[in-house]
């Protein structure tokens, strides 16, 4: 039973814009989130990463935000850029165990 | 600073076969995790080794297993392998144990089961 679901497989933005990358939990125990990128024929790479006592965490362009009643976060990417093109996974944790449960991933393709 | 190993980069086997993949962690990490990647289900966590101690395993039937040796270096294994086994399989490393401690990924071994 997939605990961690991304329900776009793909997103298309232009150059510039706002990309914003969903992701729901069913998991109430989850209080520990990550978001990665992945490029073709790589590993993924940590981008970011929000902990349940915060609804919101930024770096750079990069803005993850959490509703913990909702079971939602949400990575938002502002401007997007050509190289942001890529997979992106979202991952939760809960503290009884340091296992990380993953969505399936939302392919990002950004526009010039 | 290299990053994490994985070898081989990609592998075929056939239905009962066994398999034996590879991971050198980043140099100092003691940590290691093995992740199966499909286009279905995403990552699953397989299991976590530290300090040559199985730490925490995932849903994963019995057949596949690993270990950790004492220069962290970690091998997994599947026997009698079958067609759902085919995947990528990702192997990351931590400095510690524990989840804040950040992941750093290897590029992977893609393993095709004919």
């Known amino acids: 039973d997939q605990q961690v679901k991304q329900n776009s497989p793909s997103l298309s933005v232009q150059e510039g814009r706002i990309s914003i990358l969903n992701c729901d939990y069913t998991n109430s125990m989850f209080d520990y989130f990550l978001w990665y990128k992945k490029y073709p024929a790589e590993g993924p790479t940590f981008l970011i990463s929000i902990s349940s006592i915060k609804d919101k965490n930024e770096d750079g362009r990069f803005t993850v935000f959490l509703n913990k009643s909702a079971k939602h976060l949400s990575l938002h990417i502002v401007p997007s850029q050509p190289g942001d093109s890529a997979v992106y996974f979202c991952a939760a944790s809960a503290n009884t165990g340091n296992q990380f449960y993953f969505g399936t991933g939302t392919s990002l393709t950004v526009i010039p | 600073k290299a990053g994490v190993t994985q070898t081989p980069r990609y592998l075929i086997k056939t239905r009962g076969q066994q398999v034996t993949l590879s991971c050198s962690p980043i140099s100092g990490h003691r940590s290691v995790s093995w992740y199966q990647q499909t286009p279905g289900q995403g990552l699953q966590f397989l299991f976590e080794y530290f300090s040559e101690t199985q730490r925490n395993k995932g849903n994963f039937p019995g057949r596949f297993s690993g270990r950790q040796f004492s220069n962290s270096r970690s091998e997994m294994n599947v026997s009698t392998l079958e067609l759902g086994d085919s995947a990528l399989y990702l192997c990351?490393?931590?400095?510690?144990?524990?989840?804040?401690?950040?992941?750093?990924f290897g590029d992977g071994t893609r393993l095709s089961i004919l």
């Open positions: 990351a490393s931590s400095l510690e144990a524990g989840r804040y401690q950040p992941q750093h």
